[in-house]
T-cell receptor, first 116, second 114 residues
């Protein structure tokens, strides 16, 4: 069965510092991978996705993620944190199981705090 | 995105009362989902639908039922609300035009059961 692990439920960085949010997955087939962001009191918004091709994926708001098959990882990074990046971040993998359910398997989320 | 709305946005109810949450989309995609979000548990799938009158259970379906009589609407019903169902509920859709299964979310409904 597929699964997603996000290392660190809470991450705190200083404004201007590197943001690194970790995501590892398990999948028996080539995965589709996603990062979502949730700002306070809002729904989830797609930040970026990996489907096929280039392993470094760029998303909105300066975020990017690199798919590393050998490490089964899809870590999210941003070179310089901004106060507005404070949010909950979720990693997800597309369920490739039998049937056509189009479900996503979710990590538990990482709360990012940005300190001035 | 995909014109997803949820109603009501906030609701306070009492234990034992029935509650229905509505999700509406404007683009008529086949796949719709109901999740609940709780601290420490992330997002958990309650029920999903892959077409009118076609629904299936998710991982936390006990105490919930759904209906989909029109493509654009997906209703979640708590037959007899309990305090453990206090949560934030999100509806999502997966676009028919995408091969990658990404989902798009509504703004959520905050439900409090007293």
């Amino acid at each position: 069965a597929q699964s997603v692990t996000q290392l660190g439920s809470h991450v705190s960085v200083s404004e201007g510092a590197l943001v690194l949010l970790r995501c590892n997955y398990s999948s028996s087939v080539p995965p589709y991978l996603f990062w979502y962001v949730q700002y306070p009191n809002q729904g989830l918004q797609l930040l970026l996705k990996y489907t096929t091709g280039a392993t470094l994926v760029k998303g909105i708001n300066g975020f990017e993620a690199e798919f590393k098959k050998s490490e089964t990882s899809f870590h999210l990074t941003k070179p310089s944190a901004h106060m507005s990046d404070a949010a909950e971040y979720f990693c997800a993998v597309s369920d490739q199981g039998a049937g056509n359910n189009r479900k996503l398997i979710w990590g538990l989320g990482t709360s990012l705090a940005v300190n001035p | 995105d995909a014109g997803i709305t949820q109603s009501p946005r906030h609701k306070v109810t009492e234990t034992g009362t029935p509650v229905t949450l509505r999700c509406h989309q404007t683009e008529n995609h086949r796949y719709m989902y109901w999740y609940r979000q709780d601290p420490g548990h992330g997002l958990r799938l309650i029920h999903y639908s892959y077409g009118v009158k076609d629904t299936d259970k998710g991982e936390v379906s006990d105490g919930y039922s759904v209906s989909r009589s029109k493509t654009e609407d997906f209703l979640l019903t708590l037959e007899s609300a309990t305090s453990s169902q206090t949560s934030v509920y999100f509806c999502a859709i997966s676009k028919d035009t995408s091969s990658y299964n990404e989902q798009f979310f509504g703004p959520g409904t905050r439900l409090t059961v007293l």
